[in-house]
């Protein structure tokens, strides 16, 4: 599967309609996201079960600031619309493969749980 364009008009349907989306939020100036582009693609070729997507901070300064995006490249992993993973920084092609598998492999029973039970403990701070 090739990469897919994001903007403020698809972004919510890409997230809401499949199980794990990552997003590349990146910029045409950036060296390292110019360096990360060809190994992102070559991953997305890999995995069809995941949906492979690209922000261009500059068009969509609206996203970009929604997710508090501070530098480039940035990938955030969506499974189930829940971010699971953020990190700015270029990533080799077997780190990328093994946090693929790790995001396949989550229990999302646990994290949704996990995520109740620390907003709870929040509001009763």
């Known amino acids: 599967?090739?990469?897919?364009?994001?903007?403020?008009?698809?972004?919510?349907?890409?997230?809401?309609?499949?199980?794990?989306?990552?997003v590349d939020f990146w910029a045409p100036w950036c060296g390292p996201c110019k360096s990360f582009a060809p190994i992102y693609e070559s991953i997305s070729e890999k995995h069809d079960d995941v949906v492979f997507a690209k922000i261009n901070t500059e068009d969509q300064q609206e996203l970009g600031a929604s997710f508090q995006i501070r530098s480039i490249p940035t990938l955030m992993i969506f499974r189930e619309q829940i971010v699971i993973f953020s990190q700015a920084g270029m990533l080799p092609e077997n780190a990328l493969e093994e946090i693929i598998g790790k995001v396949k492999e989550l229990d999302m029973d646990k994290v949704r749980a996990d995520i109740e039970k620390q907003q709870a403990e929040n509001k009763n701070a």
Not at 1 to 10: F, H, I, Q, S
């Open 1 to 22: 599967m090739a990469t897919v364009e994001l903007d403020k008009d698809n972004f919510e349907e890409a997230i809401v309609n499949n199980d794990i989306v990552m």
